[in-house]
């Protein structure tokens, strides 16, 4: 059977905008993709109702190696009772694209869902920045939250981490640099198809190519912008590709949700059965015919509805049911 007649009918709908802003599968493709992904965000925002009992307002980070500042955006509910449990939020779009501006519908929601502030972070992409600089930003950035509690408002105890797609992946590599750098205690961390394996070694990987959706020739091209020469390689650290960390004992408690039809969908059951394997506490969902982001291109579907409701559960008890 193919793709298509795979995909759930409500989620088809969003295969169209993923035709028109098409993920780049070369550096030739990859301004345009930038320019055409912000612009499909952008419309989006304007079309959405603003939630009007959610203060939103910047803060300027300092980049892990000093090298500039990063925004940090913080959303607050108007009615939360301070200092409120935090939610550290890391935006996806393969480490090459995406924005803190542009999952800013995402963020107000979240923090309006959950009834807590939502910190959402602005790391440095690649290829412009390879490497590990978007994984050590986005640890700076918790970093700062932390030691800054005071002035975000936020309950320095009750922290989560966050983040869909090449976020997620983050998300997983923040949780153990603050396990093996004895850095900010995180109680919950949240991976939305994290992309977290360059190895390209299961079937999923290599199931899903050509499709509209994220395929695997845009996360190879993703890989590549980020690790260069070393992609697939022994040289790859398992804080940038969280899915090559040895040991996972001692990390957060996870939910970990991945669509059927998502090329990540089997390094992501791996790692979380790994995670349980390890002693950590972890929920897994694998949505039946859905796709990569389904979520962000079909908001409204009943599949989209059952997994934000699946997370919003998740984080009251992590951060809530103390």
Partial sequence: MGFLNRVDPELVPGLSDMEVVKSPTSSNELQAFRQDYARLLRDRAKAARPLEGIARDDFEVPCFDGAGTLLLRRYSPKSVITPAPAIYWIHGGGMIVGSVEGDDIYCETLANETQVIVLSIDYRLAPENGSATPVEDAFAGLQWAVEHAGLLNIDPERVAVAGGSAGGGLAAGVAMLARDRYGPRILFQHLLYPMLDDRETTISSQEFSGIPSWSPENNRFAW????????????????????????????????????????????DIDFAARLMQAGVRTELHVYPAAYHAWDVYNPAARLTVQAYRDRNEAFRRALWDQ
């Fill in 224 to 267: 590549q912008c980020l690790l260069g020469p070393a992609v697939g390689t022994s040289e790859v650290s398992p804080y940038v590709a969280p899915a090559r960390m040895p040991d996972l004992a001692g990390l957060p408690p996870t939910l970990i949700q991945v669509g059927e039809l998502d090329t990540f969908r089997d390094e």
